[in-house]
Structure formats: structure tokens, C-alpha cells
């Protein structure tokens, strides 16, 4: 069996405050495949066997954000744990 491999690149782009634009590349060497070979004449038994995983791939994605660019605070909000602590006096 020999050996498999994949190499990926990718690269993202910042548009403005809230947009990117990235582009990535899956499997550039085109390696992630499995071959097998087997010869064994003893048994009659000869095979070749390539299996491909997956092909290069290409892939472009724009991503916008939406909605509120400020929340508001949130608010101060306090738990059991700090009310009984609150409550203990030293």
C-alpha cells in the first residue's frame, strides 16, 4: 500500500468591517487516494486497486455579518454563590 496524503491552502480576505471573502484549495496534489497492489502466484491472485477519496477541490465563499453592530451592556446580575457570599460576614 503506499502512502496517502492531502495538501490545502487557504486565504481570507477582510471587506470592510463586517464582510470577508476566503478562498481555500482541498487536495492541490491530487494524493488523497489509497492504491493497493497485490501479487501472489501461488494462489493465481493478482489485483490492483485505486481508490480516490476525494478530487482537488476549489471553493470561494463570501460571509456578511448582519444585525446590531453594538449590543447593549449586559446587565450585572448576580448569582446564589454571591448572595450567600454576600451574606457571611468576617
Not at 478562498?23 to 494462489?43: C, H
Not at 453592530?69 to 457571611?88: M, P, V, W
Request: no cysteine; net charge positive; aromatic share 10%.
Amino acid at each position: 500500500m503506499r502512502s496517502m496524503g492531502s495538501l490545502d491552502f487557504g486565504a481570507r480576505k477582510k471587506l470592510g468591517a463586517r464582510s470577508n471573502i476566503n478562498f481555500s484549495v482541498s487536495n492541490i496534489l491530487n494524493s488523497m487516494d489509497m492504491r493497493v497492489y497485490t501479487d501472489l502466484p501461488a494462489k493465481n491472485l493478482v489485483g490492483d486497486v485505486r481508490i480516490r477519496f476525494t478530487w482537488r477541490t476549489f471553493k470561494l465563499t463570501y460571509t456578511r455579518s448582519f444585525g446590531k453592530e453594538k449590543l447593549k451592556s449586559s446587565r450585572n446580575r448576580n448569582t446564589g454563590a454571591e448572595d450567600e457570599k454576600g451574606r457571611i460576614q468576617y
